[in-house]
């Protein structure tokens, strides 16, 4: 079992930054491939970003690459997600999420656990 508090959102301005926590209890965190999900009210929690258990492996949407980093500390039990040159159609609930298995994904039935989520607002 692994409980996952996200934390980092808030209120930023276009072309800023923000660096979203997701701290993990448990003693086999470093066992799970992580991944950040984002929903926006009416529509589907779609996949950000994800990295496997060591975070040497990576992988992005398409709309985040080059502005969005997902790294994580295993001695922390804690995935980030650092966002900068923010845009207003980033806004949305952004949540964490892990999976064990045999590598990361992009797909959100694969993850078995998440967090509460954390808002992040983009005015412009």
């Known amino acids: 079992q692994v409980q996952l508090v996200e934390s980092g959102g808030g209120l930023v301005q276009a072309g800023g930054s923000l660096r979203l926590s997701c701290a993990a209890s448990?003693?086999?965190?470093?066992?799970?491939?992580m991944g950040w999900f984002r929903q926006v009210p009416g529509k589907e929690r779609e996949f950000v970003a994800t990295?496997?258990?060591?975070?040497?492996?990576?992988y992005y949407a398409d709309s985040v690459e080059g502005r969005f980093t997902i790294s994580r500390d295993n001695a922390k039990n804690t995935v980030y997600l650092q966002m900068n040159s923010l845009k207003p159609e980033d806004t949305a609930v952004y949540y964490c999420?892990?999976?064990?298995?045999?590598?990361?994904?992009?797909?959100?039935?694969?993850?078995?656990?998440w967090g509460q989520g954390t808002q992040v607002t983009v005015s412009s």
């Open positions: 999420a892990a999976r064990s298995g045999l590598t990361r994904a992009t797909i959100r039935a694969l993850y078995d656990y």
């Open positions: 448990g003693r086999t965190f470093s066992s799970y491939h």
């Open positions: 990295c496997n258990w060591s975070g040497g492996s990576t």
